[in-house]
């Protein structure tokens, strides 16, 4: 039986640490040689971090990523790796029309993937379809590839291909395995989103099932600013059976024993129609590994293990926690301060917060005004005991009197109102930002998606901070958040009263957030709707909903986008988070016709 063993590292780097993405590198093929791996694969762009943006702009870096990969290429010895970088071409020497991409210098760059074999680059792969949609920006940077590397390891023909390259059912894959390609190596940069993980698992099974190949999906996993990588790597046989599956939100290294005979005859007649085995001859290179095909080694079999996926709740909670520990150490923080109100959305982002970083480095801000109700106080009291945290208690009374007095001159006769209310959101927006500013600890806003959309915040007040912890977590989705964190035991650690309590700002004497909003459980499917799905109001209405609330809530997403644009970043969960996902103009004359 011809066995190819792979070891896939689904590794953490940090965009721009080239040295410390080194390290990681190389650690990690040195484990793999230890495992007797044939085959070793990192992640989509594993020497520069993704997506590095701008920094590929600078020519510096780019040479910079290139002599990391003649540093990565000096350790592999002995075993075959697939590594992701930044490809570079002189423009003289390219023959493509496509020169209008954004080049440095008098360079052309690729997303590419370095083909390692005992200490040499033998060939590389240069990724073919360019996302530009989303979060995605690679036609700004990078120009698509035309050649399909195969490799021979261990008599086994391999093709290899990067990202979304495997998304499209008549795509690389198609050619490589009317190639003949057996195993089809995909490495990756996808970002989580709420159900990516399932239906990029269907997708894989399908691209395996119709071409008759096993595909091995080593995906990156970490937080880099509101993008939160989920890992999760596959291997899936010819027949689309998940055989191994990664941990998600957590670095390893999988390793697997692959049959290079197992594809079945159908399949492989399947997958060399005439019209496809011709477009490989005009595209295909084959990559014969004989001085560097690895020796036969004594080795115990390895049953690869299928990590159980995780469900909706719980796979939202791990990525804000891993996104907060990177997005806090990864910018050079150790504490992170947060002002605690006695509501449901800084109690989660409290016991995320210390489940990301430990209770030790979290600190709470309880900053009372003339309208702080005693069960808000007593049950931030009750969360810091739970959690584990400090506290520390500044009332902003003497502080709002004193703004109150000194505005009274220009306010006039007019009657106090919102005005005044967010006076004491700014308040304690500054005096965290002090404390941030004295002791260097990172502000977490605690802001959800069901407020920011509407314009339920306000600036320089709680929208001041470092990181929107959940900024594009829906207010319904918080309080399942809220009730997951209280089920992990060993004992609750939000007080049961703030889920019952309504939500409210206190900001003015009985205040209800369903005073200026509808119910959220109302809000957010309307939400989903309209910044989502992009529906229009009548599609909306026609859903079920009162045109008459989704008329006010589509007013309030509109002219709320100056509001958003100067909040601080934050993670993204859903499908369309605002930033990337959603950019809409600032200055924008156009509305839906209202009733």
């Not at 071409?211 to 890992?231: K, R, S």
């Not at 709470?364 to 106080?377: A, C, D, K, L, Q």
């Not at 400090?390 to 505005?407: E, G, K, V, W």
Request: charged residues 25%; aromatic residues 6%; contains cysteine.
């Amino acid at each position: 039986m011809r066995t190819l063993r792979i070891a896939m590292a689904q590794m953490n780097p940090t965009v721009g640490d080239l040295t410390g993405n080194i390290h990681r590198i190389t650690t990690w093929l040195r484990d793999a040689k230890k495992a007797k791996a044939d085959l070793v694969v990192f992640p989509e762009l594993a020497i520069t971090g993704y997506p590095p943006e701008d920094l590929l702009l600078k020519p510096q870096f780019v040479a910079d990523n290139l002599r990391a990969l003649k540093e990565i290429t000096q350790v592999c010895h002995g075993l075959v790796a697939v590594v992701g970088y930044v490809g570079q071409e002189d423009q003289s020497d390219s023959h493509s029309s496509q020169r209008s991409i954004v080049s440095t210098g008098k360079h052309t760059l690729y997303n590419a993937a370095a083909l390692i074999a005992d200490r040499k680059v033998v060939g590389s792969y240069r990724k073919w379809y360019l996302p530009n949609y989303g979060v995605f920006d690679e036609s700004r940077y990078f120009r698509p590839g035309g050649r399909l590397p195969l490799l021979l390891v261990n008599g086994t023909t391999i093709g290899v291909s990067i990202c979304e390259d495997i998304w499209l059912a008549e795509g690389p894959t198609r050619v490589q395995a009317a190639a003949g390609a057996e195993v089809i190596v995909n490495i990756n940069a996808s970002p989580f989103h709420v159900g990516k993980s399932r239906s990029r698992e269907q997708m894989l099974a399908t691209r395996a099932r119709e071409n008759g190949v096993i595909i091995t999906y080593t995906n990156m996993v970490g937080g880099q600013d509101e993008l939160v990588f989920d890992g999760s790597s596959l291997i899936l046989d010819q027949a689309g059976t998940v055989i191994a599956r990664g941990h998600a939100f957590r670095e390893e290294l999988l390793v697997a024993d692959l049959d290079g005979d197992a594809a079945s005859p159908g399949h492989r007649t399947h997958r060399r129609k005439a019209a496809w085995t011709r477009k490989a001859l005009s595209v295909v290179d084959h990559l014969m590994m004989s001085r560097t095909r690895i020796q036969k080694q004594k080795r115990t079999r390895i049953v690869p293990e299928i990590a159980a996926p995780l469900d909706e709740i719980e796979e939202v909670y791990d990525a804000l926690v891993l996104a907060v520990k990177d997005y806090v150490h990864k910018n050079g923080f150790t504490r992170v301060v947060i002002g605690l109100s006695g509501g449901v959305d800084s109690a989660v982002t409290a016991a995320i917060a210390v489940d990301a970083l430990g209770a030790k480095q979290v600190l709470g801000v309880f900053m009372p005004s003339p309208y702080t109700s005693r069960e808000s106080e007593e049950d931030v009291v009750d969360l810091v005991r739970c959690l584990g945290i400090d506290l520390n208690t500044i009332p902003i009374t003497p502080t709002f009197h004193a703004y109150r007095q000194s505005m009274a001159p220009s306010f006039g006769d007019c009657s106090e109102g919102a005005t005044e209310e967010n006076l004491q959101a700014r308040i304690r927006g500054n005096l965290l930002m002090a404390v941030s500013n004295k002791f260097g600890h990172l502000v977490l806003t605690t802001g959800n998606k069901s407020e920011v959309s509407v314009g339920y915040s306000t600036l320089y007040g709680d929208m001041a901070g470092g990181f929107g912890v959940i900024k594009d977590v829906p207010k319904t989705m918080v309080y399942g958040l809220a009730r997951f964190r209280n089920e992990l035991g060993p004992s609750p650690v939000i007080p049961k009263r703030i889920l019952d309590r309504p939500p409210t700002a206190e900001l003015r004497p009985n205040q209800k957030d369903e005073d200026s909003l509808p119910p959220y459980a109302v809000l957010d499917p309307i939400l989903q709707e309209y910044v989502e799905k992009d529906r229009s109001l009548d599609d909306i209405v026609k859903a079920g909903f009162d045109r008459a609330t989704v008329s006010r809530v589509v007013r309030m997403v509109d002219s709320s986008e100056f509001k958003r644009r100067q909040a601080p970043v934050g993670v993204k969960i859903t499908h369309r988070a605002f930033g990337k996902d959603r950019r809409m103009p600032i200055t924008n004359g156009y509305r839906i016709k209202q009733p």
